[in-house]
Nanobody
Framework: QVKLVESGGGMVQAGGSLRLSCAAS????????MGWIRQAPGKERELVAH????????HYADSVKGRFTISRFNMNNTQYLQMNSLKQEDTAVYYC?????????????????WGQGTQVSVSS
């Protein structure tokens, strides 16, 4: 079992930056690929970014490519999402989630453990 706790959300003006953190505990962190998933009001959950177990391979939704960067540090069981050039449409609750490398990372149903979420609000 993996427990995930997000932090770093908040309110920011459009064009600003935020860095989200996700602290993991429990099972071996490096055994899992990690993702950031967001859900805006009235919309379905969207996979924003994924990083593999070693941190060597990353994937991004088209809507955030070039603006967001996912990273992880297995030594301290933490992953991050650096968000730059934020837009109002980035407003959402952001969730950290863990996926076993044998599962399909692109499918939200594959993510086995989820954090409680952190709110990101971008104003004009």
């Amino acid at each position: 079992q993996v427990k995930l706790v997000e932090s770093g959300g908040g309110m920011v003006q459009a064009g600003g930056s935020l860095r989200l953190s996700c602290a993991a505990s429990g099972d071996t962190f490096s055994n899992y690929g990690m993702g950031w998933i967001r859900q805006a009001p009235g919309k379905e959950r969207e996979l924003v970014a994924h990083i593999d177990t070693s941190g060597g391979t990353t994937h991004y939704a088209d809507s955030v490519k070039g603006r967001f960067t996912i990273s992880r540090f297995n030594m301290n069981n933490t992953q991050y999402l650096q968000m730059n050039s934020l837009k109002q449409e980035d407003t959402a609750v952001y969730y950290c989630a863990a996926v076993r490398p044998t599962k399909t990372w692109a499918s939200l149903a594959s993510y086995e453990y989820w954090g409680q979420g952190t709110q990101v609000s971008v104003s004009s």
